[in-house]
Nanobody, 115 residues
């Protein structure tokens, strides 16, 4: 079945790091654009990192220089390395896979940045 499963979230202090993982199954992974989105309480879901099938990446200014998205097509996995985390990064982080008319979401993983 088609499924995205995120892991790696948790509680971290400001300035700390986390690496999120998303394992995809049931899709031809290498043709999909993969992305990480987040949704904080009371706010809309926003893109935090995207990576195309060709490896091209994009980030919003809010995370540029701190977050890095990568993919391993041999493992059907996309990663989000998050460094120098800030309290405003606190959110549920969602993995997304997209190709043409297909749009798939994971269940989300909570990231909390607090002292």
């Amino acid at each position: 079945q088609v499924q995205l499963v995120e892991s790696g979230g948790g509680l971290v202090q400001p300035g700390g790091s986390l690496r999120l993982s998303c394992v995809a199954s049931g899709i031809i992974f290498n043709v999909y654009t993969m992305g990480w989105y987040r949704q904080a309480p009371g706010k809309q879901r926003e893109l935090v990192a995207g990576i195309g099938s060709d490896g091209t990446t994009n980030y919003p200014d809010s995370v540029k220089g701190r977050f890095t998205i990568s993919r391993d097509n041999t493992k059907n996995t996309v990663y989000l390395q998050m460094n120098n985390l800030k309290p405003q990064d606190t959110a549920v982080y969602y993995c997304n896979a997209r190709v043409v008319a297909v749009n798939i979401w994971g269940q989300g993983t909570q990231v909390t940045v607090s002292s």
